[in-house]
């Protein structure tokens, strides 16, 4: 399977003052889209199935860095 690399982005909360990260993961043509700052420090490859075709993967998508990645948990 293909592989893309998505990162965390940040976006601005007028609210609140202050950047919030995202919880999703975006690539970086759809961060940039979106008007998102990304953070390119944690880059992560994951297979191209867990990105939509928006370019971000699903709300609270949480790489494993020690056994691989674990995706969202529905309930």
Same mark, same amino acid.
């Given at each position: 399977?293909?592989?893309?690399?998505?990162?965390?982005?940040? *976006?601005?909360? $007028?609210?609140? /003052? #202050?950047?919030?990260? +995202?919880?999703?993961?975006? =690539?970086?043509?759809?961060?940039?889209?979106?008007?998102?700052?990304?953070?390119? *420090?944690?880059? $992560?490859?994951? /297979? #191209?199935?867990?990105? +939509?075709?928006?370019?971000? =993967?699903?709300?609270?998508?949480?790489?494993?860095?020690?056994?691989?990645?674990? *995706?969202?948990?529905?309930?």
């Amino acid at each position: 399977m293909a592989k893309v690399t998505v990162y965390r982005a940040r *976006t601005y909360d $007028v609210t609140h /003052d #202050e950047y919030e990260l +995202s919880s999703r993961y975006w =690539t970086l043509e759809s961060a940039d889209s979106a008007k998102l700052t990304i953070d390119e *420090t944690p880059a $992560v490859d994951v /297979d #191209e199935a867990d990105v +939509s075709p928006e370019g971000c =993967t699903d709300r609270d998508y949480g790489p494993n860095r020690l056994g691989g990645f674990q *995706t969202t948990v529905r309930s």
